[in-house]
T-cell receptor, first 109, second 115 residues
């Protein structure tokens, strides 16, 4: 099956800093989503982005499908951004998702 | 905000007990999923359903079973719980292929501890 690799595995920032999280995948995808899992385990969908660029407030994401990677940008980070960020991909638009191992982000005040 | 609910949120049970984790969604989604996640680790798909009376096993082998008798309801059952079943179980649903994509929504999770 498709392989998903996320980097870095852990990231510690000071409040206000910017960061970039990366997701590499091993095969063509028609479905790519970024999620944030808060410290209580709740997974929140951030972006559906199989290609192109999207922005939502301080977060933005870019997927370059031909080169099989996606980036999640967090600007002016806040302590509430802490948690685990997961990238998940699907080989077709309606297929189930395969998750990466996540990036553990800690934002210190 | 997604309307997908899981109960119980937290459960501690003894080895050998039968348990059912409930999952319901009010969005009319055809597709529903169960993922298993150990703390700090990635999610693994254990079951999914693309509609009523349709269930499939996921990528990770699991001793649990599921049923899909109604669109909105996708319960997961363990006939005889073991300590190795201790984990978080996440239910999710999606509408499928639309112009906005196959966005998947998760419940808050059920934390299961088997002692």
């Amino acid at each position: 099956g498709i392989q998903v690799e996320q980097s870095p595995p852990d990231l510690i920032l000071q409040e206000g800093a910017n960061s970039t999280l990366r997701c590499n995948f091993s095969d063509s995808v028609n479905n790519l989503q970024w999620f944030h899992q808060n410290p209580w385990g709740q997974l929140i969908n951030l972006f559906y982005i199989p290609s192109g660029t999207k922005q939502n407030g301080r977060l933005s994401a870019t997927t370059v499908a031909t080169e099989r990677y996606s980036l999640l940008y967090i600007s002016s980070s806040q302590t509430t951004d802490s948690g685990v960020y997961f990238c998940a991909v699907g080989e077709t638009s309606g297929s189930r998702l395969t998750f990466g191992e996540g990036t553990q982000l800690t934002v210190n005040p | 905000e997604a309307d997908i609910y899981q109960t119980p949120r937290y459960l501690v049970i003894g080895t050998g007990k039968k348990i059912t984790l409930e999952c319901s969604q009010t969005m009319g989604h055809d597709k529903m999923y169960w993922y298993q996640q150990d703390p700090g680790m990635e999610l693994h798909l254990i079951h999914y359903s693309y509609g009523v009376n349709s269930t499939e096993k996921g990528d990770l082998s699991s001793e649990s079973t599921v049923s899909r008798i109604r669109t909105e309801h996708f319960p997961l059952t363990l006939e005889s719980a073991r300590p190795s079943h201790t984990s978080q179980y996440l239910c999710a649903s999606s509408i499928g292929q639309t112009t906005s994509g196959n966005t998947i929504y998760f419940g808050e999770g059920s934390w299961l501890t088997v002692v």
